[in-house]
């Protein structure tokens, strides 16, 4: 069942086209992730589901009422901001009960919730304190709790996370996955940080320039990208052009001409055409001892190597084909040298056909 419907958004600031016509759906109990570059229409997305800008064209319904002309304290949504935008001079209890004092609830039914939803996110000691006493994490959390104190039909998260260091960036990202999961309600969470996304997401909307480049789950965007943009946003790719050849008569995989070389590619979808892009992933790599006879094994002369703690980072160059740069990833500590050379396998099946033909 479908909490959220945005179909057809358009915003316009000016000559500008923030929004060119934006469409996907959030069901019930989903995490839905809007996910871009800065500028690319995201948090005006948001904005607009929250009710504080007016579409210019489309429609918005939530719980299958159309919002247009409904004021945002109207609307069944509840807000967290990148700001957390608490009251400095209340107190956690008052800061969590902001939107219940709003809606008129009663003093007894006010003080079960904001009990309960303070509870729920570890703040239950913490109430007759002002958020200037309490850490980053801590004041994120009132946010949450005041969100979910008012049962709302959707909480909107506007780059909840940026504020926090690293290490409790990843900690309340997991926090706020949690509580989403245990009480399965519907979010919509706005984020330029990919490996937020990808660890957060039931479904991913990408974005860029006013438009949705692919909607899918984590896995669907990561593995299956549709174009050069999807796959270089969403983690490290090594995008290539091919020209296709014809197909292996023993195997069925495409043959094709590219920067690797002669190269073969296991697809189930047709090139879109006879010149395309291809991908596939720095990890996506077997080594390979020098008389290995494979498919797709290739040598490579490292450029650059970086260590990255539970995986080592190679800028490497095809062997012969000092043009062709590509990344590739290896597990932990790797015994590879710069300026060594080395043989990796990419499997047919590990590369995909972008539907994006080269111009």
């Known amino acids: 069942m479908s909490v959220l419907d945005v179909a057809n958004a ?28 800065s500028g690319c229409g995201k948090t005006t997305l948001l904005r607009a589901i929250a009710g504080f800008i007016e579409l210019d064209g489309g429609q918005i319904a939530i719980d299958g009422q159309d919002m247009s002309g409904v004021m945002p304290e109207r ?3 509840a807000m967290c901001f990148q ?22 609830t009663p003093q007894a039914e006010l003080e079960k919730r904001v009990a309960e939803s303070a509870s729920q996110v570890s703040l239950e000691t913490q109430l007759s304190k002002l958020p200037g006493q309490l850490s980053g ?117 495409y043959r094709v001409t590219s920067p690797l070389g002669e190269t073969l590619i296991a697809s189930e979808a047709s090139p879109v055409a006879n010149n395309v892009y291809a991908c596939w992933r720095p990890e996506d790599v077997i080594s390979r001892a020098d008389d290995h006879a494979g498919l797709n094994v290739y040598s490579f002369e490292v450029q650059a190597k970086s260590f990255l703690g539970n995986l080592t980072d190679l800028a490497v160059i095809v062997s012969g084909k000092s043009k062709s740069s590509f990344r590739i990833q290896v597990l932990g500590k790797s015994a590879i040298e710069e300026a060594s050379t080395c043989r990796f396998e990419i499997a047919p099946e590990k590369i995909r056909f972008l539907k994006e033909p080269v111009e």
Request: glycine fraction near 8%; charge should be positive; proline fraction near 4%.
């Open 75 to 77: 609307r069944n949504t």
């Open 137 to 253: 994490g801590q004041q994120q959390r009132v946010a949450l709790a005041r969100a979910l104190a008012v049962r709302p039909g959707v909480i909107l998260f506007d780059e909840p996370l940026s504020n926090l260091d690293a290490r409790l960036r990843d900690q309340v990202r997991f926090e706020i996955r949690q509580l989403q999961k245990a009480h399965a309600f519907t979010a919509v969470y706005v984020t330029h940080d990919q490996s937020e996304a990808l660890a957060m997401s039931d479904l991913v909307v990408v974005m860029n320039a006013g438009r949705i480049e692919q909607s899918g789950t984590p896995n669907e965007v990561y593995y299956n990208p549709v174009n050069r943009f999807v796959a270089d946003f969403v983690g490290t790719a090594n995008i290539m052009p091919v020209q296709i050849n014809g197909r292996d008569e023993s195997t069925g995989h």
């Open 10 to 37: 358009k915003i316009r600031f000016g000559s500008f086209e923030a929004l060119k016509g934006v469409s996907f759906s959030a069901q019930q109990g989903q995490l839905v992730t809007l996910l871009g570059p």
């Open 83 to 104: 700001s957390y935008a608490l009251f400095p001079h209340l107190t956690v209890f008052e800061n969590i009960a902001f939107g219940l004092r709003q809606k008129r």
